[in-house]
């Protein structure tokens, strides 16, 4: 899409993005990471890189607990020039223009932006679909809760929203490919994030869901083959799912 | 604060908004409303007008189900002439800079947002405080649950977000009376909400941390006082806390 006019030093060919996220796990860092990757951006993962660098976790915890202006509450957060930002709905609606991956109009970019804090509030479901009580306590200490919690998400939060997403790819009148308008922009990215994960943790549950969601799967299978995608899924950028991210798998809540 | 250029069709003094939200609670629109009003919005509150003028429920519901282009997958949700802007934050990103509620440069827009999409996981937290299973069971019947949550949520979250907005008006750098820049913005409205809702929830905790707030709490009293602000919560249409919305009291949940 094309981008808006913007200042020479926040222009996403030129600029050196840092990103800051926990270094082991994709969780919501990784619609972050995904837009970085599509988009062509030069960036830094920094809390990945080598402590004796200067960066690392310790790079992110200073900054997380320094007294800058515009204090993150949380990771993931982005650095652009001296710029700090936070909130993974947030950061992306700042790149997005920047990389070419949101529309070029206000209400365009509302609207995904829209959809990005819809998809924010059903990753938060996923979350606590095993850990229902709190984010303190180990799984095994919140089981019977997230058995009860993990049950209702499948019979009705997880048909909500993907049911939802189907229906705004089969609303949209410019295209039945994507999200929002007739291009690519940063919600499919995301959609592709969400089918991967939910597959991970409840593959039993998406082999009975996915007939019902055929353009969520259509894009999820073209944003995996596009070529950038394809190259990050391939190379040691990307994580593996793992039972300490926000998709975990475990084989009694998918029942 | 100074309002960005915007198209005159858009402009907060001539536009009159149309707000979507449940009609017998605050919830999530009610940051919407506290804009709406402090910012002198020409506004109707849809779902609580008659259905026999067009409007009430069935409106707002014809709408959530529709087939528009830009679908909100739930309430609260704005009709700025023909655009439908949904997700409270989202929403009130949009009428920021046109009711002179956020600062007037992009990057002191996105940081407000940044704090606003805080409050919203914030709210998340209080609102799963009562209903940890689902939304769609009642308290009773996921009580022990809630009990659990709501410990956890006392002792370690309320604690975690409030010293993040506390330290935050303290780190602003041009005001130590507003958490954005030198003049009132959104968030200050929402800092307002998010501290009357947690005295009419959880009165005994709040009794005890308050202390440890001083600035939220002089920001919420200053807020009260603010005329419009004074005149809309002596008015019917400021609706009372219940035990619909996202802040409940619950008597065993305040230990």
């Known amino acids: 899409m094309a981008s808006m006019s913007l200042n020479q030093d926040t222009k996403g060919a030129r600029m050196r993005y840092e990103l800051f996220y926990w270094p082991t796990i994709q969780g919501r860092g990784e619609f972050v990471r995904l837009a970085l990757e599509e988009g062509g951006a030069k960036y830094i993962d920094v809390a990945r890189r080598a402590e004796s660098s200067g960066m690392g976790m310790p790079a992110m915890l200073r900054l997380m607990h320094g007294d800058g202006p515009h204090l993150p509450f949380a990771p993931?957060?982005?650095?652009a020039g001296d710029q700090v930002i936070g909130q993974s709905a947030n950061i992306l609606y700042f790149l997005g223009p920047r990389l070419g991956l949101a529309p070029s109009n206000e209400a365009g970019r509302t609207w995904t932006h829209q959809l990005q804090l819809t998809i924010a509030d059903f990753i938060d479901e996923v979350h606590d679909t095993h850990h229902p009580i709190a984010s303190s306590l180990y799984y095994k200490d919140q089981k019977p809760e997230a058995l009860r919690r993990s049950a209702d998400f499948l019979q009705t939060r997880l048909q909500k929203f993907l049911g939802y997403f189907e229906r705004v790819i089969s609303l949209n009148s410019s295209s039945d490919k994507f999200m929002v308008?007739?291009?690519?922009?940063?919600?499919?990215?995301s959609i592709f994030q969400i089918i991967e994960g939910l597959r991970y943790a409840f593959p039993k549950a998406m082999k009975k869901a996915e007939a019902n969601y055929p353009r969520l799967i259509d894009l999820h299978d073209r944003v995996a083959k596009r070529p950038r995608i394809a190259r990050y899924l391939a190379s040691a950028r990307r994580l593996p799912f793992n039972k300490q991210g926000i998709f975990r798998h475990y084989k009694e809540l998918d029942a």
């Open 181 to 189: 308008g007739a291009e690519l922009s940063y919600v499919d990215l």
């Open 76 to 79: 993931p957060f982005l650095k």
